[in-house]
């Protein structure tokens, strides 16, 4: 069989067309892998009442998965940082008192959060509870939105789930004028300091961890 120029013109046109469909259902499905992992961050209108939030994600580690509030101030970290000052007197700090009280509480957010959903075991979790979030424990350096600032977290609850899809839903309960333009952001992340938990028991039914 003689093997023209054409032919080989017509044969790497195929074999080009086949890799561009190959790339494009790689990135397809790239797209579509599913409702995002934890760390999370969604911003929150923490200074209304009724506002919602809400996401799926897709757990693939057990462990004991911290839900935090993050308020931004904006420009570098300074003693002479107006807007740092003025956020931490909002948010506090995380001295306590021997009671265990925060010294300096700041503006109390009050929250509730529902997850529901189930782990790969068909194990079911439907858990809603109210929080009153004070004090801070956290500050970062990475500003809002890509912003130059930094934020201070706030602690609101931890709760251990295992590997599987779930729903969280979170809405503001009280009006906090005092927040007014300091953005704010709900969090779902983990501590890389505590280990992970046994995977080996599937059966182990989800829980909230106190």
């Known amino acids: 069989m003689v093997v023209t120029c054409e032919n080989r013109k017509v044969k ?3 074999i080009l ?4 469909t190959l790339a494009l259902l790689i990135s397809v499905g790239c797209s579509t892998s599913g409702p995002p992992k934890p760390p999370i961050e969604i911003p929150l209108a923490v200074h209304r009442a009724g506002e919602v939030i809400s996401t ?3 757990i693939d580690r057990a462990r004991h998965y911290e839900l ?9 970290e300074s003693f002479q940082n107006k807007d740092q000052d003025r956020v931490v007197a909002l948010v506090g700090r995380y001295a306590k008192k021997k009671d265990g009280s925060y010294r300096e509480p700041g503006i109390p957010v009050t929250l509730e959060y529902k997850i529901t959903g189930a782990d790969i075991a068909g194990n079911k979790l439907e858990k809603e509870k109210k929080v009153i979030s004070m004090g801070s424990f956290l500050h970062g350096y990475k500003g809002f939105n890509g912003a130059v600032g930094g ?8 709760v251990l789930l295992y590997p599987g899809t779930y729903h969280i839903t979170v809405k503001t309960l009280e009006d906090n004028p005092d927040l007014t333009g300091t953005p704010a952001t709900f969090v779902i992340t ?21």
């Open 56 to 58: 799926d994600m897709r």
């Open 190 to 210: 983990w501590d890389p300091r505590f280990r992970l938990m046994d995977e080996s028991i599937p059966n182990q039914p989800n829980q909230i961890y106190y």
């Open 12 to 14: 790497n046109m195929k």
């Open 17 to 20: 067309r086949i890799a561009m």
């Open 68 to 76: 935090r509030l993050y308020f931004y101030y904006y420009g570098k």
């Open 151 to 158: 934020f201070y977290g706030r602690e609101v609850d931890e």
